[in-house]
């Protein structure tokens, strides 16, 4: 089993930054491809940004390029999404998935963290 925790989730103003992040302890069997999906109130998980575990590949949705980054840390088994200028339709519960992989589009893995708010105000 691999357990996710994130954070750094918290209420930020229309153009502000956030930094999620999120750690990945167990059975993770080396490196882990690592990505970021959403939620917010009311409408269904979307993909978010995701890097492959060799850092080889990033993916992003196309209404976050641009704005955020994500990155990876395998020695640590840590994984992070820089927000930049965000809009008030980037507010959502912000969740860390792990063991995915790209193939037309982004196939979440099994593991799930449960997920940190990130609230914008308009």
């Known amino acids: 089993q691999v357990q996710l925790v994130e954070s750094g989730g918290g209420l930020v103003q229309t153009g502000g930054s956030l930094r999620l992040s999120c750690v990945a302890s167990g059975h993770t069997f080396g490196r882990l491809s690592m990505a970021w999906f959403r939620q917010g109130k009311g409408k269904e998980r979307e993909f978010v940004a995701a890097i492959d575990w060799s850092d080889e590949n990033t993916y992003y949705a196309d209404s976050v390029k641009g704005r955020f980054t994500v990155s990876q840390d395998n020695t640590k088994k840590q994984a992070y999404l820089q927000m930049n200028n965000l809009k008030p339709e980037d507010a959502a519960v912000y969740l860390c998935?792990?063991?995915?992989?790209?193939?037309?589009?982004?196939?979440?893995?099994?593991?799930w963290g449960l997920g940190t708010e990130v609230t914008v105000s308009s």
């Open positions: 998935n792990a063991g995915g992989a790209y193939s037309g589009h982004y196939h979440p893995g099994t593991y």
